[in-house]
């Protein structure tokens, strides 16, 4: 028997409404299985526990997390707490504190009728991003000089350095070895004369031990015309924290939106626990309302299996939201449908049980 401990960590709107019903998901996990359990405990951390105690987490949070197999989380965000801080005291300060430094982001189109291209079908896009997740262009160092004088200059670091980036190309050549795909590296190396010129040559570099993994390498003005106009041409793209950021949105632009972009931070190395969301925010607009969809946050919980290495339970999973995609009687607002968020989570885990 395998056990498992996750530390769910709702957050605020909607991440509340989809958390709960991915741990729905997991509790059904656990009544097919009998080899798997899962243990849970609750972490009231967010914007409403901001605005109550001034601390997005608590000061010991980080070692309060640090046992755990995983942490779940919702979303973060609320109308009056800008998102610098928002992001930063809790969301990125688990990244940081975790070195959690890859982020992964399946840019795969379920069903054909999600993505917005009339002549592309569900194999036209299918591939994983691999984002550096720890510092880059995302490295926070900077300065503002001669600040409100006509002489101001603003200068934002991009720190890479050969210890970061070798290991995120490192690992994305593992997994396109593992998997037996092509990689994409995607850079900038005619304009960033520095930062990127250096990616493109540990990505070269690295690449020499892997003389069995076919790569491409792109400049992310490319990349980004690629993502939209022959997105089949990638099967893992390895790339930096800002470039990733922005394509992984693209990513989900193509596939069907926010409500099925699903997202994992991960320390490989499993010192510290690994961190899954969906990508949305708290979507105050919708908070409260039980019409979010749930399904990027089931997505999650695929990729959590994944990483346990109960891959069956991932795979299963992902059919089982292609299932309602494709049946279309339980879709949420976003998609067209009018299934309530618990509903949807209802109705998944019935198919669950038939996969
Ligand atoms: P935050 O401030 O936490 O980032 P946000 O308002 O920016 O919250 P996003 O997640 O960025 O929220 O989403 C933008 C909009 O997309 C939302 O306001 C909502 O209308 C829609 N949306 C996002 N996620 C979902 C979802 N899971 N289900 C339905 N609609 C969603
Ligand atoms: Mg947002």
Same mark, same amino acid.
């Given at each position: ?21 991915? +741990? ?73 504190? *975790? ?54 200059? +603003? ?41 990127? +010129? *250096? ?34 041409? *990638? ?112 109705? *998944? +885990? ?6």
């Amino acid at each position: 028997m395998k056990n498992f401990n996750i530390a769910l960590i709702p957050g605020d709107g909607i991440g509340v409404e989809v958390i709960n019903e991915g +741990v729905k998901v997991l509790k059904f996990i656990e009544k097919l299985d009998d080899n798997l359990s899962f243990s849970f405990e609750t972490f009231p951390w967010g914007c409403e526990y901001y605005l109550e105690t001034g601390k997005m987490m608590d000061e010991d949070g980080i070692d309060k997390l640090k046992g755990f197999d995983a942490v779940y989380l919702g979303a973060v965000g609320y109308p009056g707490v800008p998102d610098h801080i928002s992001l930063r005291d809790l969301l990125i300060r688990i990244r940081r504190e *975790f070195d959690l430094y890859v982020n992964l982001r399946p840019i795969t189109l379920l069903n054909e009728e999600l993505t917005p291209f009339k002549d592309k079908r569900e194999e036209d896009i299918d591939f994983l991003v691999i984002r550096e997740n720890s510092e880059g262009e995302y490295s926070g160092a900077g300065e503002w000089l001669y600040r409100g004088k006509p002489e101001e200059v +603003v200068l934002q670091t991009g720190v890479f350095s050969r210890k970061g980036t070798e290991r995120i190309i490192r690992y994305a050549y593992e997994e396109a070895r593992k998997q037996a795909k092509t990689l994409t590296s995607v850079s900038k190396g005619n304009a960033l004369n520095y930062s990127m +010129v *250096f990616w493109d040559e540990v990505f070269e570099e690295v690449g020499k031990e892997y003389p069995d993994v076919k790569t491409y390498s792109y400049l992310v003005d490319a990349a980004s015309l690629y993502f939209v106009s022959d997105p089949g041409r *990638f099967e893992i793209v390895v790339t930096s924290n800002l470039f990733g950021d922005i394509l992984t949105d693209i990513g989900a632009g193509i596939t069907g939106g926010l409500g099925l972009a699903t997202g994992a931070n991960i320390n490989p190395e499993k010192k510290y626990p690994s961190m899954f969301e969906p990508v949305h925010g708290s979507a105050p607009d919708i908070a409260g309302e039980g019409i979010a969809n749930p399904l990027a946050a089931i997505w999650s919980i695929s990729q959590m299996m994944d990483y346990f290495e109960e891959e069956e339970w991932g795979e299963k999973i992902l059919e089982s939201i292609i299932a309602i995609l494709k049946n279309k009687e339980f879709l949420p607002r976003d998609l067209g449908g009018s299934a309530s968020t618990s509903e949807v989570g209802d109705y *998944f +885990v019935e198919l669950l049980e038939i996969k």
